[in-house]
């Protein structure tokens, strides 16, 4: 039983010594030419104005929640859709009701004004 | 596989019901801004209709919903204690909640769905089923524990509760990992049949050591008991009483059925490392509970030597031993409960009047409630015509019955210790003059509810064969 997850293992160890060796090779053989604006924070072309490290709203926690949740839901409904047929009526009718009992949620959500963001 | 069963749905009707039940709360909130008053009656209907159900489908041992669940006396037994204490819990915790200006909709939603996760734990034969019922109850219970989300106190309790209780989620998940390296499945039926074949496995006894590590936590056994005081202290106390007995007797339940249902670890190691986690948490439980000057402290480091108690029967590993806990726990919720709710008559706004002497001369103030409590404390104590000392005396009887006669000294004799703590409250209440009062005058409801507990605990001491036979399984 447990020497099945030998194979596992092994991949785990080869993929991170691969990551490895990319990393470090790429350190010892690529050129580094710093300048002042090489070495400022990436911000998607913009100019970084201050640090990050600061207080934000709590609004922020509130969609990242949210984003998790129904996130997971459709992570869930992929291999769902994938095993549809072979799930028949029985897998139908329990995503039916898992949707349902989502919705519920959200309607709870909705009406409790969590996506309104003032 | 897949194969659906309509039988299933009614095997599982009482928890279907409520979990429509919580549904319907939410979507009720979100219809209305003033819905507590509503939503006190829909769940009142909803655990009462869950009752009738389970005891309508009191039965014979029945798999449902492909060997996930079972349906049957164990399950039904268990789920009739959590309906019961859930919906005594609601009735008094009403009072408390619109006093401290917490009474909301949600509270009642997450009672719901907690007792929804304990009756899953009860009627699991699947680790997996097991794993979801203890996350659920867990989930709502953290956040029950904040829900005065102004005080301190009570984000503190939640916070540590919270922090505790998912990394010891990760030790009982690795332990359920393991349990399956080793045997190939989840099922608990499958497991314990060819129980023989790995009982000596080293990695299949690491998986049971932290399944136990997992569990002891949930029932606040020493020495994984260090969140307890400080999460039942913080908590509102309504739900520190529902907290500290209906959680304990479904994360009970889960012990019973993995280690008496499932392994048969009678007389090995295991059962030597049980027998120590009971004595400890007897020892530390009560010794500690000594020292305390509040009462919500005190009435948590109790819990946890009731759980040693408990788990001397586990410890014993027999069919008394299992017999003997379901009548502890259907005797402590009721006991417990009614300490909690008189605790929370008594206190003030803001964590105050929680000491012991908060309640000196209490007798002539309330006398009705003062005679109650005592009734509690008499019963904790394990004083013989109640209920507590019934439990006391099957639990131990079913450790000398597996030679572990040492176990049961241990326990009458720190049951003894307890005794000085428990009758200190009924000494300050009844012999000494003090200013004690209750926060506001309890209504008719209330005092009835209380009453009835006690009255189940008198009941339960004087008839002890009526719960014991159900629990056997017979009516």
Known sequence: MLESYIPIFMMLGAAALFGLVMVKLNEWLGPRRPSAEKLSTYESGMEPVRTARERFSIKFYMVAVLFIIFDIEVVFLYPWAVAFNELGMMGFVTMFVFILILLVGYFYVWRKGALEWD | ?475
Request: proline fraction near 2%; glycine fraction near 10%; charge should be neutral.
């Open chain 2, 1 to 475: 596989m897949n194969k659906f069963n309509v039988l299933d749905l009614w095997y599982s009707s009482p928890l279907v019901t409520l979990v429509v039940t919580g549904l319907v709360l939410l979507v009720l909130e979100g219809f209305r801004r003033k819905s507590q008053r509503m939503a006190f009656g829909v769940s009142a209907a909803g655990i009462i209709i869950a009752i009738g159900l389970t005891i309508v489908t009191y039965g014979e041992n029945q798999p449902a919903f492909n060997n996930t669940f079972l349906q049957g006396t164990f399950g039904s037994f268990f789920s009739f204690v959590f309906l019961a204490a859930g919906l005594l819990s609601l009735i008094l915790s009403r009072e408390y909640l619109e006093r401290l200006n917490i009474h909301r909709t949600e509270y009642y939603a997450l009672v719901i769905f907690a007792i929804v996760g304990m009756m899953l734990m009860a009627s699991a034969i699947d680790l997996v089923v097991l794993f979801l019922g203890v996350e659920l109850m867990s989930l709502c219970l953290y956040v029950l524990a904040g829900f005065m989300r102004t005080r301190v106190t009570s984000n503190e309790s939640a916070l540590k509760y919270f922090l505790l209780g998912a990394f010891v989620t990760g030790f009982l998940l690795y332990g359920i990992a393991l349990l399956y390296g080793t045997t190939g499945t989840t099922n608990l039926v499958t497991i314990g049949k060819n129980f023989e074949a790995y009982s000596g496995n080293a990695v299949f006894l690491l998986g049971v050591g932290m399944v136990m590590m997992g569990l002891s936590f949930k029932i606040a056994a020493a020495p994984f008991h260090l969140w307890a005081p400080d999460v039942y202290e913080g908590a509102p106390t309504s739900v520190t009483g529902f907290m500290s007995t209906a959680a304990k007797a479904a994360a009970f339940a889960a012990f019973i059925t993995v280690f008496l249902r499932t392994f048969e670890f009678a007389g090995t190691k295991v059962s030597e490392i049980l027998a120590i986690l009971a004595a400890v948490s007897m020892m530390i439980g009560n010794i500690a509970a000594i020292a305390q000057n509040n009462v919500k402290r005190m009435l948590a480091y109790s819990s946890v030597a009731h759980a040693g108690y408990m788990l001397t029967g586990i410890a014993a590993g027999n069919e008394e031993g299992q017999i003997g806990i379901m009548f502890y726990l259907a005797a402590y919720v009721f006991m417990n409960l009614g300490a909690f709710s008189i605790v929370s008559l008594v206190e003030g706004q803001n964590d105050t009047r929680l000491s012991f002497d908060d309640y000196s001369g209490l007798s002539k103030q309330q006398p009705l409630l003062a005679a109650l409590m005592s009734v509690f404390m008499f019963s904790l104590a394990g004083i013989p015509p109640l209920a507590g000392f019934f439990g006391k005396y099957y639990v131990f009887l079913a450790a000398v019955k597996a030679d572990l006669t040492w176990l049961a000294i241990l326990g009458v004799l720190t049951s003894l210790i307890s005794v000085y703590y428990y009758l200190r409250l009924v000494v300050l209440m009844y012999f000494r003059d003090g200013e004690a009062q209750v926060a506001a005058k309890p209504s008719l409801g209330t005092i009835v509810a209380i009453s009835l507990a006690a009255f189940l605990v008198l009941q339960l001491g004087l008839y002890p064969s009526l719960v014991v036979n159900i629990a056997r399984g017979g009516f």
